[in-house]
Protein backbone atom coordinates (compact mmCIF):
# COMPACT_ATOMS: atom_id res chain seq x y z
CA UNK A 1 0.00 0.00 0.00
CA UNK A 2 1.15 3.56 -0.71
CA UNK A 3 0.28 6.22 1.66
CA UNK A 4 1.10 9.83 0.16
CA UNK A 5 1.00 11.78 3.58
CA UNK A 6 0.60 15.89 2.02
CA UNK A 7 2.18 18.31 4.97
CA UNK A 8 3.27 21.91 5.36
CA UNK A 9 2.58 23.83 8.32
CA UNK A 10 0.53 21.45 10.29
CA UNK A 11 2.71 18.52 8.71
CA UNK A 12 3.71 15.37 8.45
CA UNK A 13 6.68 16.16 10.77
CA UNK A 14 4.91 17.24 13.52
CA UNK A 15 1.50 17.31 15.35
CA UNK A 16 -1.35 15.22 13.22
CA UNK A 17 0.26 14.89 10.55
CA UNK A 18 3.53 12.78 12.65
CA UNK A 19 0.95 10.61 14.51
CA UNK A 20 -0.70 9.54 11.25
CA UNK A 21 1.71 8.77 9.64
CA UNK A 22 3.03 6.23 12.66
CA UNK A 23 -0.45 4.59 12.62
CA UNK A 24 -0.02 3.88 8.92
CA UNK A 25 3.28 3.02 9.24
CA UNK A 26 2.58 0.35 11.74
CA UNK A 27 0.19 -1.06 9.56
CA UNK A 28 3.34 -1.76 7.13
CA UNK A 29 2.17 1.13 4.94
CA UNK A 30 4.77 2.79 2.33
CA UNK A 31 4.76 6.37 3.56
CA UNK A 32 5.59 9.64 1.61
CA UNK A 33 5.99 12.80 3.90
CA UNK A 34 5.97 15.50 1.59
CA UNK A 35 7.12 18.77 3.58
CA UNK A 36 9.00 21.96 2.46
CA UNK A 37 11.37 21.83 5.55
CA UNK A 38 13.49 19.27 4.92
CA UNK A 39 15.85 19.07 8.42
CA UNK A 40 12.48 18.94 10.46
CA UNK A 41 11.15 16.16 7.72
CA UNK A 42 14.48 13.79 7.87
CA UNK A 43 13.85 13.81 11.70
CA UNK A 44 10.53 12.81 11.52
CA UNK A 45 11.31 9.87 9.23
CA UNK A 46 13.69 9.15 11.25
CA UNK A 47 11.15 8.79 14.28
CA UNK A 48 8.14 7.18 12.64
CA UNK A 49 10.62 4.62 11.33
CA UNK A 50 11.75 4.07 14.50
CA UNK A 51 8.46 4.08 16.49
CA UNK A 52 6.67 1.94 13.78
CA UNK A 53 9.44 -0.13 13.03
CA UNK A 54 8.60 0.39 9.19
CA UNK A 55 11.95 1.34 6.86
CA UNK A 56 9.55 2.18 4.07
CA UNK A 57 9.02 6.04 4.67
CA UNK A 58 10.50 8.70 2.99
CA UNK A 59 10.52 12.24 2.53
CA UNK A 60 9.93 14.52 -0.73
CA UNK A 61 10.15 18.50 -0.70
CA UNK A 62 6.82 20.27 -1.58
CA UNK A 63 6.13 23.77 -0.97
CA UNK A 64 2.15 24.54 -1.16
CA UNK A 65 2.67 27.97 -1.00
CA UNK A 66 4.71 27.63 -4.53
CA UNK A 67 2.22 26.35 -7.70
CA UNK A 68 6.01 25.52 -9.49
CA UNK A 69 7.17 23.19 -6.21
CA UNK A 70 3.82 21.51 -6.53
CA UNK A 71 4.09 20.89 -10.33
CA UNK A 72 7.69 19.56 -9.54
CA UNK A 73 6.81 17.20 -6.73
CA UNK A 74 4.16 15.93 -8.72
CA UNK A 75 6.69 15.36 -12.23
CA UNK A 76 8.44 13.88 -9.53
CA UNK A 77 6.40 11.74 -7.79
CA UNK A 78 4.43 10.83 -10.90
CA UNK A 79 7.83 9.32 -12.27
CA UNK A 80 9.40 7.86 -9.25
CA UNK A 81 5.88 6.15 -7.73
CA UNK A 82 3.92 3.24 -9.83
CA UNK A 83 0.95 3.41 -6.49
CA UNK A 84 -0.79 5.87 -5.01
CA UNK A 85 -3.69 4.31 -3.29
CA UNK A 86 -4.22 7.18 -0.39
CA UNK A 87 -3.40 10.59 -0.52
CA UNK A 88 -3.99 12.73 2.68
CA UNK A 89 -3.91 16.90 2.31
CA UNK A 90 -3.06 17.59 5.83
CA UNK A 91 -1.40 20.77 5.07
CA UNK A 92 -2.39 23.79 7.16
CA UNK A 93 -1.81 26.97 7.33
CA UNK A 94 -3.75 28.87 10.84
CA UNK A 95 -5.24 32.26 10.95
CA UNK A 96 -2.72 34.55 8.98
CA UNK A 97 -2.64 37.32 7.09
CA UNK A 98 0.23 36.94 4.84
CA UNK A 99 0.56 35.44 0.72
CA UNK A 100 1.90 33.09 -0.92
CA UNK A 101 4.56 33.04 -3.62
CA UNK A 102 1.70 33.39 -6.52
CA UNK A 103 -0.04 36.02 -4.38
CA UNK A 104 -2.95 33.94 -2.82
CA UNK A 105 -3.79 34.46 0.70
CA UNK A 106 -1.88 32.46 2.51
CA UNK A 107 -4.89 30.18 3.87
CA UNK A 108 -6.63 29.86 0.54
CA UNK A 109 -3.56 28.99 -1.26
CA UNK A 110 -2.12 26.81 0.90
CA UNK A 111 -5.34 25.47 2.57
CA UNK A 112 -7.37 24.92 -0.53
CA UNK A 113 -5.67 25.93 -3.91
CA UNK A 114 -2.40 24.27 -2.98
CA UNK A 115 -4.43 20.47 -2.40
CA UNK A 116 -6.64 21.42 -5.15
CA UNK A 117 -4.04 21.83 -7.57
CA UNK A 118 -1.98 18.65 -6.40
CA UNK A 119 -4.89 16.40 -6.44
CA UNK A 120 -5.67 17.11 -9.86
CA UNK A 121 -1.99 16.54 -11.01
CA UNK A 122 -2.10 13.35 -9.12
CA UNK A 123 -5.32 12.08 -10.32
CA UNK A 124 -4.03 9.92 -13.02
CA UNK A 125 -2.10 8.00 -10.74
CA UNK A 126 -5.11 7.54 -8.32
CA UNK A 127 -7.73 6.13 -11.15
CA UNK A 128 -4.65 3.80 -11.67
CA UNK A 129 -4.66 2.64 -7.87
CA UNK A 130 -8.35 1.82 -7.73
CA UNK A 131 -9.83 1.65 -5.21
CA UNK A 132 -7.88 4.48 -3.74
CA UNK A 133 -8.99 7.49 -1.00
CA UNK A 134 -8.03 11.33 -0.88
CA UNK A 135 -9.09 12.62 2.71
CA UNK A 136 -8.47 16.43 3.13
CA UNK A 137 -8.31 18.19 7.06
CA UNK A 138 -10.62 20.58 7.59
CA UNK A 139 -12.41 21.79 11.09
CA UNK A 140 -15.26 22.73 12.24
CA UNK A 141 -14.91 26.70 12.02
CA UNK A 142 -16.16 26.06 8.54
CA UNK A 143 -19.38 26.96 9.10
CA UNK A 144 -18.77 30.93 10.55
CA UNK A 145 -17.96 31.69 6.84
CA UNK A 146 -19.77 31.80 3.69
CA UNK A 147 -17.92 31.79 0.06
CA UNK A 148 -17.59 35.04 -2.01
CA UNK A 149 -17.17 34.46 -5.29
CA UNK A 150 -16.39 38.29 -5.64
CA UNK A 151 -13.55 37.83 -3.45
CA UNK A 152 -11.95 34.32 -2.71
CA UNK A 153 -8.74 35.82 -2.14
CA UNK A 154 -10.31 36.98 0.96
CA UNK A 155 -7.83 38.52 3.40
CA UNK A 156 -8.53 40.89 5.91
CA UNK A 157 -9.64 39.21 9.13
CA UNK A 158 -7.43 35.88 10.41
CA UNK A 159 -10.38 33.54 11.22
CA UNK A 160 -12.45 34.71 8.85
CA UNK A 161 -9.84 33.80 6.18
CA UNK A 162 -9.22 30.67 7.86
CA UNK A 163 -12.95 29.43 8.11
CA UNK A 164 -13.24 29.88 4.33
CA UNK A 165 -10.79 28.05 3.31
CA UNK A 166 -11.88 25.29 5.91
CA UNK A 167 -15.27 25.59 4.12
CA UNK A 168 -13.66 25.29 0.08
CA UNK A 169 -11.61 22.10 1.55
CA UNK A 170 -15.51 20.48 2.02
CA UNK A 171 -16.77 21.93 -0.99
CA UNK A 172 -13.26 20.51 -2.60
CA UNK A 173 -14.20 17.01 -1.36
CA UNK A 174 -17.86 16.72 -2.15
CA UNK A 175 -17.18 17.71 -6.03
CA UNK A 176 -14.08 15.22 -5.91
CA UNK A 177 -16.33 12.68 -5.01
CA UNK A 178 -18.77 13.60 -7.38
CA UNK A 179 -16.02 13.66 -10.15
CA UNK A 180 -14.98 10.11 -9.29
CA UNK A 181 -18.16 8.39 -9.01
CA UNK A 182 -17.50 4.98 -10.47
CA UNK A 183 -13.76 5.52 -11.36
CA UNK A 184 -12.79 3.85 -7.86
CA UNK A 185 -11.44 7.20 -6.35
CA UNK A 186 -13.24 8.14 -3.10
CA UNK A 187 -13.39 11.32 -1.18
CA UNK A 188 -13.95 12.18 2.76
CA UNK A 189 -13.25 15.47 4.51
CA UNK A 190 -12.29 15.30 8.56
CA UNK A 191 -12.37 17.26 11.46
CA UNK A 192 -9.64 16.13 13.84
CA UNK A 193 -11.27 18.47 16.84
CA UNK A 194 -9.32 20.63 18.18
CA UNK A 195 -5.84 19.26 18.88
CA UNK A 196 -2.81 20.24 20.94
CA UNK A 197 -0.51 20.71 18.02
CA UNK A 198 2.18 23.47 16.73
CA UNK A 199 -0.21 25.52 14.82
CA UNK A 200 0.80 28.49 17.48
CA UNK A 201 4.19 29.11 16.18
CA UNK A 202 3.26 31.88 13.84
CA UNK A 203 2.76 34.02 16.92
CA UNK A 204 4.16 35.86 19.85
CA UNK A 205 5.63 33.99 22.68
CA UNK A 206 3.12 35.01 25.37
CA UNK A 207 0.11 34.00 22.76
CA UNK A 208 1.94 31.14 22.46
CA UNK A 209 2.26 30.52 26.22
CA UNK A 210 -1.15 31.38 26.73
CA UNK A 211 -2.67 29.17 23.88
CA UNK A 212 -0.28 25.84 25.59
CA UNK A 213 -2.70 26.40 28.68
CA UNK A 214 -5.57 26.53 26.68
CA UNK A 215 -4.94 23.58 24.72
CA UNK A 216 -3.76 21.32 27.51
CA UNK A 217 -7.24 22.43 29.57
CA UNK A 218 -9.43 21.72 26.85
CA UNK A 219 -7.69 20.21 23.28
CA UNK A 220 -7.02 16.54 22.62
CA UNK A 221 -3.63 15.09 21.82
CA UNK A 222 -1.97 14.50 18.57
CA UNK A 223 -2.70 10.90 18.79
CA UNK A 224 -6.53 11.60 19.43
CA UNK A 225 -6.76 14.09 16.89
CA UNK A 226 -5.45 11.69 13.94
CA UNK A 227 -7.25 8.72 14.99
CA UNK A 228 -10.89 9.99 12.69
CA UNK A 229 -7.75 10.10 9.80
CA UNK A 230 -6.76 7.07 9.94
CA UNK A 231 -10.14 5.69 10.29
CA UNK A 232 -11.08 7.16 6.84
CA UNK A 233 -7.89 6.08 4.98
CA UNK A 234 -8.11 2.26 6.33
CA UNK A 235 -11.70 2.15 7.48
CA UNK A 236 -14.09 -0.17 5.05
CA UNK A 237 -17.18 1.58 6.78
CA UNK A 238 -16.46 5.05 5.06
CA UNK A 239 -16.83 4.31 1.76
CA UNK A 240 -20.83 4.13 2.29
CA UNK A 241 -20.21 7.95 2.73
CA UNK A 242 -18.39 9.17 -0.63
CA UNK A 243 -17.81 13.19 -0.32
CA UNK A 244 -19.14 13.05 3.13
CA UNK A 245 -17.99 15.01 6.65
CA UNK A 246 -16.16 13.01 9.16
CA UNK A 247 -15.49 13.85 12.92
CA UNK A 248 -14.90 11.42 15.94
CA UNK A 249 -14.57 8.51 13.68
CA UNK A 250 -17.71 8.88 11.94
CA UNK A 251 -19.99 10.88 9.60
CA UNK A 252 -20.91 14.13 11.10
CA UNK A 253 -23.61 16.65 9.88
CA UNK A 254 -22.98 19.86 7.88
CA UNK A 255 -24.25 22.91 7.90
CA UNK A 256 -27.38 23.19 5.02
CA UNK A 257 -25.37 25.84 2.47
CA UNK A 258 -21.72 23.38 2.98
CA UNK A 259 -23.87 20.49 1.40
CA UNK A 260 -24.46 22.97 -1.75
CA UNK A 261 -23.78 21.10 -5.02
CA UNK A 262 -24.29 24.04 -6.88
CA UNK A 263 -21.61 26.09 -4.95
CA UNK A 264 -18.96 23.10 -4.85
CA UNK A 265 -18.97 22.82 -8.60
CA UNK A 266 -18.61 26.79 -8.78
CA UNK A 267 -15.94 26.62 -6.42
CA UNK A 268 -14.00 23.81 -8.58
CA UNK A 269 -14.35 25.69 -11.99
CA UNK A 270 -13.37 28.87 -9.95
CA UNK A 271 -10.52 26.83 -8.48
CA UNK A 272 -9.57 25.40 -12.25
CA UNK A 273 -8.92 28.92 -13.63
CA UNK A 274 -7.24 30.17 -10.39
CA UNK A 275 -4.52 27.76 -10.97
CA UNK A 276 -4.27 27.37 -14.50
CA UNK A 277 -5.74 24.10 -14.52
CA UNK A 278 -8.84 25.12 -17.11
Not at 43 to 71: C, G, P, T, W, Y
Request: charged letters at 20%.
Amino acid sequence: MMIYLMSDVHSGNSGIGKETAVALALRGARVILACRDEDRARKAVQEIKHRSHNMNVLFMEVDLANMRSIREFCKKFLQKEKRLDILINNAGVPSVLDWTDDHFSLCFGVNHLGHFLLTNLLLPRLKESTPSRVITLTCSSYKYQRLDFQDLNYNLFPFFTYSRSKLANIYFTKELAHMMEGKGVTAYAVHPGYVQSNWTCHYSFLYQLFMKVIMFMFFVPCEAGAQTVVYCAVSDEVTAHNGGYFSDCRPATLKPYAKDSGVAKKLWEASERLVNLA
